[in-house]
């Protein structure tokens, strides 16, 4: 049989005066690699073994302002920079909308770090395999004993002097701990490869199925299959079965309001211009008036009709009778029609309608300028530098 | 009873030795469970079976199963969300604030409570999620670099909602974890089954009870207080930024912050009494969480209503005091309105009922503590539905007025997160320590040196 | 275990503190006179902030005694006679009330009749900004802090000759009454002599911003006197750095929680942009207003949460010393940011700093010193006869 390697010895105590009293004499006569074993921290240990303050708090602080800057950084890029995007009319770097994020990254970086860095890089754990796990001392002290452990690596260990220092401080029991033999794993047991097979079928399975099947099942295909009407589809909820539904009586379809004055001599006195003459306005009267007026009424407006006589031609725009029309009853006359002229209601929408009158009123004032006009466009002209 | 204050109340009854203490609250997971235990689990799992399948009809028929609609969008889900996020505050508060306050009464309570924050806290992250319709798209809320080239909008309180939650989850989860440690290396020694042995090795860490572990432990348990602290306070806070941040009257006020918070430690407080009768009861804890404890929650739940009382009545007269039309007449609205049922059951439960918290004979009975504490919840639960649907059911537009009834099935996901959260308890009970081995271990009688030594 | 009581010994408080609080007193009280002389409205201002001050000290100190009785806190025992002797601030406030009595036209535009007949929301308001019913709660809250101070103070001085345990037990019952009763008149105080200063603005968290502000005020007047007593060796031993820890965690924590209730009301009204709120932090921000509001955002949070964050600064003595003065002097810029900027609404904006605004708070110095010396003339420092004061002395963390 290998011989075993000796850990270290320990000794047992049942009250915390004792111990605390132990640990002083201890770490006064100059052991450096004791261990105290309590099953709930004392108060007191700290300064009877002469423990230095922990600095653990510094690693917190590092990682929670790091936290913080972090936060702010990313979403000053990211709203200001990146991507820049107003919202409720606050500035792209809305400073109080951001404290909260970067208070929650600040406290999750700084406990998160604190954690890991305290049982990984303080403790080095997991260390499930430390000589004293396992043995009886640790079963103790974790119970309601008090312990202490000195290493036989400590430069003063002496088995025969500790033993005799453990019994006269009043040790109840003293243990030797021993290093456990090293256990080797071989890599390629059935077992565990049987073990690494199950996991890769199974992780490849459902990622197939995942991907390929459970996406476009219900209802995480985008809720494509839905209890609603689609037009031209059949529908289950009414009795013929018919999805497409005839509208109710009086129904009017968004955006188009039926013209109320159909057939009517001269509403014009309920009808106003809503359009204000703007250049834009007329210009946009113009093209229309050029695309469906200027067949029949000329380019002009002057009734030269470009039909060759397919159609009769109609009266001037410019009698004395049409320039003291209001503009209400020219409107009237694009949508209800007169005479022969038809209805130009499906053709144009009401702006454009009215945009034709502007443009009609333009016509008729170019027809009949007067000297004061002419010399409007003169210094206009001399305005613009021609 | 005449109360001798020279000397301090001990934390732990009846002079337990550490040995005592360990095998008491060691117990349930060391026996059998019974078949008490099965019915209990039974009950509540059915509950949980009613809400996971009425929750599975809504994903496959979608969400208009509820009675979420225009004007009331936050129905059902906002309210219980708002509800279990408040719960989950109790656990943090007494283990991190009442730690910081060295209220060696806390231990006690504090493992128990701490899980509870948690199972509480999962209860209350399923609405949201479940509340956007497609939950299995909730990924989108967290900031990655996608194709689409967008981030979230990290002004959107919703978007805080997630960072918050989560955070506090994960924060809770590892000062939990960490709590646990020693214990399990305690089950660890004591426990000579091989299976059992091995998980508790693996989540003991290979924790061996060193001091020079201690000491780095004990600073960063109070590292870890030290950021709960203000962690809790700012998951509720961003709670009610959610609704205060807007413009609607009702919602739109500044004591929003402050008034949540202490609803939530309200709130949460009573579900801890709630559940800790039944668990000392039923697991013999009678001398590790005594009267005396439960009296002191009390009290607390007490400050804590008189503080939401306070918040009320600030908001009655601050609306009166405004002068803002809208304001006033969404308080009038709330207290006389369609809706006033829901608001005279929350001032009843939440500002009257407690107040016979008062009276030291009630505060001392179990039955009458039991009654007010369930109560406190519903009140604390209506507050909510007051806050949420009250606001919305009627806002500036009269023509968009409404009202809002929840179906079968929004009254059944609300029952099963109920199942959830009492079957995770239940479970909790007999697979860890209820009660912290070796917080309750260092308060005991004599535990401590004697002639202390300077720090 | 020593019995700490036995160790301690009356002593008087020495002589030349008494004669520095006089001195400043008179200084800043006669500068205080002229103020009114040269400045009739901008003095009344800044007598409004000293008198909110030596509210907050007074006030806080008798919430800080009733916290301590309701909690059941032994490590502060020792301190509550201090804490009794700033309370009788509370007392006194009936006559430090009567120069704003005189000037409620000058601060309040809810008094000017005409403004409110014109005005469809103050017409609405009148009911409660009214100058009868300003009056009455005024009184009547002063009247119910003094009735709560007498109480407190006669059942601890009682204690420390009979050492009879039922004056504790008295003392936490009306502690319990007290508090609730506190949150309401405070908020009341806060909203009557402050909020109504912008009777169109209104905000709910108001109260409990005031109140954060208070705990601030009396908690570093306390630690100020504890350190300077222990020094002197007032207590008879040492106390320990833990007594010293506790009174700055409590810093610590209404440091950070001034920060949350700001920033809160803050986020609040700056998300939702409603013009009705928005007023008063536009009035804050206009001019070198805007220096002053950054300036308290640093003075308030920033510096006093850098000082006291680690935790060997919360037990060193010295430190907490710095802490203590850094956060009176916030408390006062908190004043005067919440009270001056109303003093020129609608005329010219900006800041207003001289020596009116050095005067009243050198007097308030004074004041508060000589009120102290007064109250601690032939008392014990320590309630001897407390049942917890052994605990309380010994407190180990």
Redesign the interface.
């Known amino acids: 049989m290998k011989e075993k390697k000796v850990y270290g010895l320990t000794a047992l105590f049942d009250t915390p005066d004792r111990i605390i009293d132990a640990v002083k004499k201890i770490s006064s006569d100059g052991y450096k690699k004791f261990d105290v074993h309590t099953p709930y921290p004392l108060h007191g240990m700290d300064g009877a073994m002469k423990l230095k303050p922990s600095k653990l708090g510094y690693i917190t602080l590092v990682f929670g302002l790091s936290g913080a800057l972090f936060a702010l950084l990313f979403m000053f890029w990211a709203m200001s920079i990146d991507y820049p995007m107003v919202i409720g009319g606050k500035p792209f770097f809305a400073l109080p909308a951001f404290i909260p994020i970067t208070f929650e990254l600040t406290v999750l970086l700084a406990t998160l770090s604190t954690v890991i860095g305290m049982l990984t890089f303080f403790f080095s754990f997991p260390s499930n395999n430390h000589p004293l796990i396992g043995s009886d001392y640790m079963r103790s002290v974790s119970a309601d004993k008090f312990g202490i452990s000195i290493e036989a690596e400590d430069e003063k260990f002496d088995d025969i002097q500790i033993r005799a220092l453990f019994s006269k401080l009043g040790t109840i029991q003293i243990e030797e701990i021993y290093y456990p033999d090293t256990e080797t794993f071989p890599m390629f047991q059935k077992k565990f490869i049987l073990f690494l097979l199950v996991i890769a079928i199974l992780t490849g399975g459902t990622t197939y199925f995942v991907l390929n099947k459970l996406l476009f099942m219900q209802p995480f295909n985008w809720m494509m299959t839905q209890d609603k009407l689609i037009p031209q589809e059949r529908s289950e909820f009414f009795s013929d079965g018919f999805g497409m539904r005839v509208p109710v009586d009086g129904t009017v379809a968004r955006g188009f309001l039926p013209y109320e004055f159909k057939g009517e001599v001269n509403p014009a006195s309920f009808l106003s211009n809503p359009i204000l003459l703007t250049k834009k306005s007329i210009l946009f009267g113009q093209q229309k008036f050029l695309t469906f007026c200027s067949p029949c009424h000329g380019n002009f407006g002057d009734g030269d009709s470009r039909l060759r006589g397919q159609f009769p031609n109609p009266p001037t725009l410019h009698s004395n009778r049409v320039k003291e029309m209001p503009d209400g009853q020219i409107f009237h006359i694009i949508n209800n029609g007169q005479n022969i002229m038809p209805s130009y209601s499906s053709q144009t929408t009401v702006e454009e309608r009215w945009a034709i009158v502007n443009y009609i009123r333009v016509l008729q004032r170019a027809k009949n300028a007067t000297q004061s006009d002419l010399e409007e466009i003169k210094k206009e002209s001399a305005a613009n530098g021609k | 009873m ?5 000397i ?1 109340a001990p934390v732990v009854e009846g002079r337990l ?3 005592d203490i ?1 095998r008491l609250v060691a117990a349930p997971m060391e026996s059998k469970p019974d078949k008490k235990f099965y019915i209990a689990l039974s009950i509540s799992g059915t509950f949980l079976l009613i809400g996971a399948v009425l929750l599975a009809m809504s ?4 969400v208009g199963l509820w009675g979420n609609n225009q004007p009331v969008g936050w129905g059902f889900p906002i309210v219980n969300f708002v509800f279990w996020v408040g719960i989950g505050h109790a656990g943090t508060l007494i283990s991190a604030i009442l730690f ?1 306050l ?1 209220q060696k009464w806390r231990t006690g309570i504090a493992r128990f409570a701490e899980a509870m924050t948690i199972f509480a806290v999962m209860c209350a992250g399923v609405f949201p999620i479940i509340h956007t319709g ?1 939950p ?1 798209l909730a990924g989108y809320l967290m ?1 990655y670099p996608n194709q689409h ?3 979230v ?5 919703l ?2 909602d997630v ?2 939650v989560s ?1 506090y989850f ?2 809770s989860l ?2 939990w974890y ?1 709590g646990l440690i ?1 214990d399990f ?2 089950m ?3 426990t000579t089954a091989k299976i059992r042995k091995t998980i508790y ?2 989540f ?17 348990y109070m ?2 207080a030290g ?2 602290t ?2 809790v ?2 998951v509720h ?2 709670v009610s ?1 959610d609704f ?4 609607v009257p009702g919602w ?7 008034y949540f918070v202490a609803g939530a430690i309200f709130s949460g407080f009573a579900m801890v009494v709630t559940v800790l009768i039944f668990v000392r009861k039923i697991f013999d804890l009678e001398k590790i969480i005594t009267l005396n404890h439960l009296e002191k929650m009390t009290k607390v739940i007490l ?1 804590t209503g ?2 939401v009382g ?2 009320y009545g ?2 009655f007269f ?1 609306a009166w ?4 039309q809208v304001e006033q007449f969404v308080f009038i609205n709330r207290a006389f309105g369609p809706y006033a049922w829901a608001y005279w059951i929350m001032v009843s439960c939440n500002v009257i009922i407690p107040q016979l918290f ?1 009276i030291k004979k009630i505060r001392r009975s179990i039955p009458a503590m039991l009654v007010i504490v369930i109560l406190v919840n519903v009140g604390m639960w209506f507050e909510r539905f007051v806050i949420t649907v009250t606001s919305l059911h009627r806002d500036f537009l009269p023509s968009s007025w409404g009202y809002y009834t929840p179906t079968i099935y929004d009254i059944g996901i609300l029952l099963g997160s109920f199942g959830l959260f009492f079957t995770l308890v239940i479970l909790f009970t007999k697979a860890l320590p209820v009660v912290s081995i ?2 309750i ?2 308060v005991a009688e ?10 | 275990m020593a019995n700490r009581v036995l160790e301690y010994q009356k002593k008087d408080l020495p002589q030349n503190m008494s004669k520095l609080g006089w001195a400043l007193f008179a200084i800043g009280a006669l500068a205080g006179v002229a103020a009114f002389y040269v400045d009739n409205t901008r003095a009344a201002y800044n007598y409004l902030i000293a008198y909110m001050f030596i509210m907050s000290v007074g006030v806080g100190s008798l919430f800080l005694i009733a916290l301590e009785y309701v909690a059941g806190a032994d490590w502060s025992v020792p301190f509550r006679r201090l804490m009794e002797f700033f309370a009788a601030l509370v007392p006194l406030m009936f006559i430090l009330i009567i120069p704003l009595l005189f000037n409620l036209n000058e601060l309040f535009p809810w008094m000017n009749k005409k403004l409110v007949e014109g005005d469809a929301i103050l017409t609405g308001k009148a009911p409660y900004l009214n100058s009868t019913f300003f009056i009455i709660r005024v009184f009547g809250i002063l009247l119910l802090w003094t009735l709560f101070f007498y109480l407190f103070t006669r059942n601890s001085m009682n204690q420390d000759s009979t050492k009879d345990q039922k004056f504790t037990k008295r003392n936490i019952i009306i502690s319990a009454i007290f508090i609730p009763v506190f949150a309401i008149t405070l908020t009341m105080s806060s909203v009557d002599w402050m909020m109504s200063l912008e009777p169109h603005w209104f905000s709910t968290i108001f109260g409990v911003y005031y109140f954060s502000g208070t705990m601030l005020a009396a908690l570093a007047t306390l630690t100020l006197a504890v350190i300077f007593l222990n020094e002197k060796g007032y207590f008879g031993k040492l106390l320990i750095p833990d007594h010293l820890y506790s009174l700055g965690a409590l810093q610590f924590v209404f440091i950070n929680f001034w920060g949350y209730i700001a920033f809160s009301q803050y986020l609040l009204i700056w998300y939702a942009d409603l013009p009705e709120e928005t007023v008063w932090f536009l009035h804050r921000w206009s001019g070198s207003w805007a220096f002053v509001s950054i300036f308290l955002i640093i003075v308030h949070f920033v510096v006093p949460y850098s000082i006291l964050l680690s935790q060997p600064a919360k037990m060193d003595a010295k430190r907490l010393k710095i802490a203590s003065i850094w956060i009176l002097f916030a408390h006062i810029l908190d004043l005067y940011w919440l009270i001056m900027p109303n003093m020129n609404e609608g005329k010219s904006g900006g800041a207003v700093f001289g020596w009116i605004e050095i005067a009243f708070p050198v007097a308030l110095v004074g004041l508060i010193l000589v009120v102290f010396n007064i109250r601690a003339r032939n008392k014990n420092i320590i309630p001897v006869g407390d049942p917890k004061i052994e605990r309380g002395l010994n407190f180990r963390l």
């Open positions: 005449n109360i001798d204050y020279t301090e030795t550490l040995g360990e994903f496959y028929k979608g910081l060295r497609r299995w900031p080239g967008l981030w909008n990290f002004t959107s309180p978007v805080w960072f918050a955070t994960t924060v590892v000062f960490i020693p290396a305690v660890r020694d004591r090795s693996i003991s860490l290979g924790w061996r009870n060193s001091h020079r572990n201690w000491q780095h432990y004990e600073k960063a590292l870890l950021f709960a203000p962690l306070l700012s806070t961003i930024f205060a941040v807007s413009i739109h006020t500044t004591i929003f912050p402050p400050a008189l503080m306070y918040a600030m908001e601050i005091y405004s002068g803002v008062w070796s917080e271990k260092a004599g535990a401590q040196p004697n002639h202390g030594g300077a720090h």
